[in-house]
């Protein structure tokens, strides 16, 4: 399903619009600016999903990356998990 939310939210920043349920049809445009069309906003919910996974691969990347940098100063994962609230493994 694509979620119109995400897409408004991501590609139409300061833009004034409500969005009545989860389908085009319960779109009101409340800019100035045109309407986009239910056709350019299925086409960019691809982008939209592809951003998101790379947001939550770039978070997990990093909190392998801060365990990895505390382990190598000597902290133990159990430390780590304990200090930081992290996985680890």
């Known amino acids: 399903m694509i979620d119109y939310t995400a897409i408004l939210t991501a590609n ?6 409500s969005l009545n349920g989860d389908t085009y049809d319960g779109l009101t ?3 100035d600016t045109p309407k986009p069309t239910q056709q ?3 086409d960019a919910w691809p982008a ?3 951003a998101r996974q790379d947001a939550i ?6 909190k392998q990356s801060a365990i990895d ?8 994962v159990d430390e780590i ?3 930081f609230g992290l996985g680890g493994d």
């Open 40 to 42: 350019e906003l299925d």
């Open 12 to 17: 139409y920043e300061g833009s004034a619009w």
């Open 69 to 76: 940098k505390l382990a190598a100063l000597g902290l133990s």
């Open 48 to 50: 939209v999903q592809q």
């Open 81 to 83: 998990r304990a200090a």
């Open 29 to 31: 445009w409340l800019s």
């Open 57 to 62: 691969a770039a978070e997990a990347a990093a």
